[in-house]
């Protein structure tokens, strides 16, 4: 048999030409000056709460939040945050982590939403934003397929913005209502009750599949033994009331009595190897790193060449492109990453009839293959094209075209993630957040809203109110793609396994 010597996936640029290699060094120092901001904030969010709260924690022998989610993790393995950046700078003050660090880590090798309180700020207790941020992994927890966990250690609804907190004004309660449809479901949930867990918070591990207590460290009540003496004139402390040893022998609440923080890791760890979800079959390959002479940072954010990008996060820089010569404004094409075959969509020029049909096309194929999709959103190129297109005629025929690609996006069965690489905040996006893509980051010079106030115009501001999942250094990217693929396989397999056990559409856990 005679093989055509084409290659179908070709090597991507590795060196920077022309203008592009004459503007790289300007173009990386604008970056890392982003990237120091960011910097900022990061550690801002990580340091948590004040000196005096650090210390009275560490006098209860209490893991800090960080601690508690590497002792759950497996060794070895790096974590997916979500939202760190949630919190930063709001009308009510700037409040670390949002009061709660959400993530995915991974434990006994299965991808797990974790979310735990940071007690140091404020007592762990619920923002508007906190509300918002824990029902932002709800929902990757219900689209992706994957289990999770609660680290319960919070003085409840942030009382004095509590009007702004309820369920009338904001997403209240909402959490109540997405544990019920994650265990309907049939994706296991499990609760470490740490800390304080009072009034609407103790719905939360109450409702969970199971419940580990650590004992003279945690409680549970709906009013709290201040409420009890007010209401019937008996004093109580709060371990006689809701802790560790009242819920395990009297009220039947919790199901694991655990000494102490390591004592209930090891309890979750164990609960995760009883969960009997098997080891699936992968269509991976092994990894490559990428094969590029140039730096990520030469080219983020700026109009140049969208495959310079992608030679830098996919597997071995190599690219099978589908329809190279047509509709130039958009990339598409397969490559592998991390081992993961993976389907890329990139602005590359303007997002014309014939962009968008290709990109329609192509997107409907990955949907069909349940390839995951990587958007990479960059609008910058869209300004010279939606001011230059006062042509009625080819407007009517883009508007048509990019109702199409908007249909196959919204309705493609792919998991997606989009990167928001530069001039991000247009209607005619790739895969903006309103499709509901798995998963949605930014890049620090990623925004460009034309408020007119500059702090607005900034990444972080949509990071900071969960618009998106948060701001990444560009170089990171590639390590951000890698977690998310891997979660997208798991999540695949793990509701197919469900779906065989025809365990979805069970009514959700009844606790005692
Ligand atoms: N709303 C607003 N602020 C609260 C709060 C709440 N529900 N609960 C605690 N805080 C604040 C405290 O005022 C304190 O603020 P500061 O650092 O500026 O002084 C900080 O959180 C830490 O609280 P503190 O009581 O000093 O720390 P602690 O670790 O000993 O106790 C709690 C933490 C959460 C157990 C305890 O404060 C508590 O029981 N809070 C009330 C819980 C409650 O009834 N919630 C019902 C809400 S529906």
Avoid at 146 to 161: E, K, T, W
Avoid at 358 to 371: M, T
Avoid at 395 to 421: F, L, N
């Amino acid at each position: 048999m005679i093989r055509s010597a084409v290659r179908k996936f070709r090597q991507l640029p590795q060196k920077l030409t022309g203008e592009v290699a004459a503007a790289a060094s300007a173009n990386k120092a604008a970056q890392l000056s982003w990237i120091e901001k960011l910097n900022e904030i990061e550690e801002f969010a990580r340091k948590g709460g004040s000196e005096k709260a650090h210390k009275l924690h560490a006098s209860r022998n209490k893991y800090f939040i960080e601690e508690r989610v590497n002792a759950l993790k497996d060794e070895d393995t790096e974590i997916l945050e979500i939202g760190l950046l949630a919190g930063h700078d709001l009308d009510y003050g700037s409040i670390p982590r949002a009061t709660l660090m959400t993530c995915i880590a991974w434990i006994q090798g299965i991808p797990v939403c974790i979310g735990g309180s940071d007690a140091t700020v404020k007592g762990g207790t619920s923002y508007p934003i906190t509300v918002q941020k824990a029902n932002r992994l709800a929902d990757i927890g219900l689209q992706n397929f994957l289990p999770s966990v609660n680290l319960v250690d919070s003085g409840g609804a942030f009382l004095p913005l509590q009007s702004e907190i309820f369920p009338d004004k904001n997403d209240g309660g909402r959490n109540f209502y997405n544990i019920a449809n994650i265990s309907s479901a049939g994706i296991p949930m499990i609760s470490v009750v740490c800390g304080s867990c009072t009034a609407g918070g103790a719905y939360t591990p109450s409702m969970c599949d199971e419940m580990v207590f650590v004992d003279k460290m945690g409680t549970m009540f709906l009013g709290g033994p201040p409420l009890v003496e007010a209401a019937t004139g008996e004093k109580v402390t709060a371990e006689e009331l809701g802790g560790a040893m009242l819920h395990s022998s009297v009220s039947g609440c919790a199901d694991y009595f655990a000494r102490n923080e390591e004592e209930s890791a090891a309890y979750v760890r164990s609960i995760f190897e009883t969960l009997n979800i098997p080891e699936f079959a992968t269509t991976r390959k092994a990894a490559i790193e990428p094969n590029v002479e140039f730096d990520i940072l030469d080219v983020a954010s700026t109009k140049s060449d969208a495959r310079l990008t992608i030679a830098c996060l996919n597997d071995g820089s190599v690219f099978h492109e589908f329809k190279e010569l047509f509709g130039t404004g958009l990339v598409c094409g397969y490559a592998r990453i991390n081992g993961h075959m993976v389907g890329i969509v990139a602005n590359n020029g303007n997002f014309n009839a014939d962009a968008a049909l290709k990109g329609a096309h192509f997107v409907h194929l990955a949907s069909e293959r349940r390839i995951p999709v990587v958007f990479l959103q960059n609008s910058l190129f869209h300004d010279d094209f939606d001011a230059a297109s006062d042509d009625v005629a080819s407007s009517a025929e883009t508007m048509r075209a990019r109702a199409a690609y908007i249909s196959a996006v919204s309705t493609s069965k792919s998991p997606k993630v989009t990167i928001a690489c530069a001039g991000s905040n247009r209607l005619s996006d790739l895969c903006p957040r309103q499709y509901d893509p798995n998963f949605f980051f930014r890049w620090p010079a990623s925004m460009g809203l034309r408020s007119g106030n500059d702090w607005e115009d900034e990444s972080f501001f949509s990071s900071a109110r969960i618009w998106d999942d948060g701001t990444i250094d560009p170089r990171t990217t590639r390590d951000t793609l890698k977690k998310c693929l891997d979660i997208f396989e798991f999540g695949r397999n793990h509701e197919l396994f469900i779906k065989s056990k025809e365990l979805e559409n069970y009514q959700p856990m009844y606790r005692l």
